[in-house]
């Protein structure tokens, strides 16, 4: 080995690196856990690669700010399935292709390459429903004008949705048990907290019958018996900070309500939350609508339409303590720290 092949080496990156083209398609998130799962298997520090190739004719406008939302999302998955492997899992992301016309398999697939090269990363994995040209399918051709490149091209192994989608999902005991634990508790908490006989009995048939009924269809993964514990006890944190922020908006609305002028300024904004999934969305809108002085009106994705009775009540919305709280719980405590809707400056009045 000659020294400038011995220099190569030692700046070569860990085995584990690995581009991931990315667009929005139904088993995308599944493709994120995938290459996440792989780069903790191997044990050796990684960094994941997701770009977003985006022609030169849809770079400007509503096409890049897509691009780097998704992008934005992605982050935050890996965030959260890396857990406690954060010295191990690194990510980088990136718009490629912005100066060119990229039209062909081949123009995506040199795209790919060139930043792939740059950084000195050899693998490449694509998602099974990547298209990044809309409805036209082109992953074995990609597949094929990558391998042309000298890349090694896989394919993630994940599970894909039929078109229709799937009610009834892969299931197992610890999906049972949990569905049986929250149904029970929930019998119990209408009864009062009574632990007769009875109520135990009927409580136990009761949530036994939802949990087989209900059991395929009411979560989307495997139980992971940690991560639920620590999004337990962030979601206690909330619950308490939740009824803190209702108290003092109460007051305020009491004020406003009391004092002789009635000082409202009633208005509808609109903004795009930085939370990412049905239930942080749901979470968010819900606590927005219990929160005295703000109701939400519509939620679209992650575009939401909420209406303020004041102006200080717009104020705290706006100043994003529900929506850091909210991605608190469910992303943790580095995506507490991203911008508010403030600060991102997407508000619409």
Do not use: C
């Not at 039929?162 to 209408?190: D, E, K, N, P």
């Not at 049905?278 to 519509?298: F, H, M, Q, R, W």
């Amino acid at each position: 080995m000659t020294d400038g092949d011995a220099a190569s080496a030692e700046d070569a990156p860990p085995s584990g690196d690995i581009v991931v083209p990315v667009e929005e398609s139904s088993t995308l998130r599944n493709t994120v856990g995938f290459v996440v799962r792989q780069a903790v298997e191997s044990g050796e520090p990684s960094t994941l690669h997701f770009v977003f190739p985006l022609s030169s004719r849809g770079a400007v406008g509503d096409e890049y700010d897509r691009a780097n939302d998704l992008l934005e999302r992605i982050e935050l998955w890996v965030e959260e399935d890396r857990g406690d492997n954060g010295d191990l899992v690194s990510v980088e992301t990136a718009v490629v292709g912005a100066d060119e016309y990229l039209f062909s398999p081949g123009d995506y697939a040199d795209a790919i390459a060139e930043y792939a090269d740059e950084r000195g990363v050899r693998r490449v994995v694509l998602d099974p429903e990547y298209r990044p040209t809309g409805a036209t399918p082109l992953l074995p051709a990609l597949e094929w004008e990558i391998k042309g490149t000298g890349l090694d091209v896989e394919e993630a192994t994940v599970e894909r949705e039929t078109r229709r989608g799937r009610l009834v999902r892969r299931s197992g005991v610890g999906q049972f048990l949990l569905l049986f634990g929250l149904s029970a508790g929930f019998y119990l908490f209408l009864a009062g907290w009574s632990l007769t006989p009875y109520n135990l009995l009927t409580g136990a048939a009761s949530a036994g019958a939802v949990a087989a009924t209900l059991w395929h269809v009411s979560f989307t993964g495997a139980v992971e018996p940690r991560r639920l514990a620590v999004q337990f006890g962030r979601l206690s944190l909330y619950a308490v900070f939740l009824l803190w922020e209702i108290a003092k908006a109460n007051l305020q609305i009491a004020y406003v309500v009391l004092h002789p002028s009635l000082p409202i300024d009633p208005k509808v904004v609109e903004f795009d939350a930085d939370v990412w999934s049905t239930v942080p969305a749901a979470t968010l809108a819900n606590s927005i609508t219990l929160t005295p002085g703000t109701l939400t009106v519509d939620v679209e994705r992650r575009h939401f339409t909420i209406h303020s009775l004041t102006a200080g009540a717009r104020e705290d919305l706006l100043d994003g303590k529900l929506e850091r709280a909210v991605r608190f719980v469910f992303y943790g405590r580095s995506a507490a720290r991203r911008p508010t809707p403030s600060e991102r400056e997407e508000v619409e009045e």
